[in-house]
């Protein structure tokens, strides 16, 4: 039977649903953060309607400052805490976030492949760059998006030669003739490149299965570009289906460009869900989720993003196109600096309004404030139009935005036609591929 293109769905372990007041809710068990029930409980009830993947982004700073009013992004680290995951779990994918920038290559290429041999394949890598955090790893600035992207590519290569170093086929495990493995199959990889030093192999067999999936966030020309090269899937923020439409033609391009076939790329963006039972409902919950928006971090971030100061802006008049600053290239973040200034290039937002959108509030994602059917029917559009090959839910407002994604809107995608009602394999990759 022939059935629409299946999407493929990962679901953010970030506590994206206890975000801005929602921790303050009695029932957001926002004291439970730092355990591993709570990620676990997650990911079991991800895995009971078959999800691809749980994903677990990370940076590797505090910003203080962000804690006074909620928990920000303080978290265990994400490599450890999925290797609690992996063992109450036995289906669903566990994506792990490591900088390129920051950590040794071997030490990164050893841990993951310890958390693929302990899930039984299930691993993936969210390969970042970053974008903050240099002080603690002993450097001055941070470096230039090119120099990280560079690195990244360098980085990236290293980490499967090493994965590749002690392949599982070295293991003999012949009892009879005292070989444990043929040392011969075993090789250094001996990299002396432009960034990174290693001379291996790995301490570590690799796991006998498909390998390890990468998934790339950072959108930047170069950022789609290492993504075409290298990443399975990509995690993006598209705001609106235009800027989908235009991201996914854009990879299929690169991807070809580097010999991929663009089936191989696939286009995840986050997709945050504030539900309820009616609009209204929905609405509130948003509202009051960010009743105390801090205008002055806001105009702040803003100034910072595109260099528009808006703490003087009479609040009646429209910000329109002529009122942005010519554009300026720097080591920041191109990617929500551009969709901000794309957003006020096509729309003629009040300074109000302009402070609850997605590219001010929740790092660009698109956005559903509304009810099951509003969510289903707008991952139904999006999907047929081709924009989109799944997406990433960061639910928002309360766990019962959570819930309702769970059991309500997936079985729908489901009936729909659009996802699976089982898994067929048990590793990451093969629900990557299945048709
Ligand atoms: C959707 C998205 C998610 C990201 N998640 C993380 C993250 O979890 N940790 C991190 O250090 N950087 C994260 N980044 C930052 C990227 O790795 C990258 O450094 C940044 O986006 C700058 O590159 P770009 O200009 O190509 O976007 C994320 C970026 C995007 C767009």
Known sequence: ?????????????????????????????????????????????SEAVHLDFVFRPDVSCLMAPGIE????????????LLAAVARETTRIGLVSTVSTTFYPPYVVARQLQSLNWVSKGRVGWNIVTALQGHENFGLDAM?????????????????????ASFPHEALLIDREQGRYADASRVRPVDHDGQYLRVKGPLNLPSFPGPRIPLIQAGASDSGRDFAASVADLVFAPTPDKDAALELRRDLSRRAEHHGRSPADVRLLPGLSLYLADTREQARELFMQTHARVDRNRRFASIRQMIGLDLSEWPADRPITRADLPAAVQDAGNSTHRNLLRRLLERESLRVDELLLRPEVISAAHWQVIGTVDDAVEQIADW????????????????????????????PRLVELGLFRDRYQGTTFMEHLQEA
């Open 1 to 45: 039977m022939t059935h629409p293109k299946r999407l493929h769905i990962g679901m953010s372990l970030a506590p994206t649903w206890l975000s801005n007041d929602a921790w303050r809710r009695p029932d957001s068990n926002i004291e439970g953060i730092f355990t591993a029930e709570f990620a676990i409980d997650i990911a079991r009830r």
């Open 69 to 80: 009013a909620s928990s920000g992004v303080a978290s265990l680290d994400p490599s450890i």
């Open 143 to 163: 470096p230039s998006a090119a120099e990280r992207y560079a690195r990244a590519a360098e980085f990236t290569r290293l980490v499967h030669e090493l994965w």
């Open 383 to 410: 999907a047929a139009s081709g924009a989109i090959d799944g997406f990433i839910a960061a639910p928002g407002g309360s766990v019962d935005s959570v819930h309702r994604f769970l059991e309500q809107v997936v």
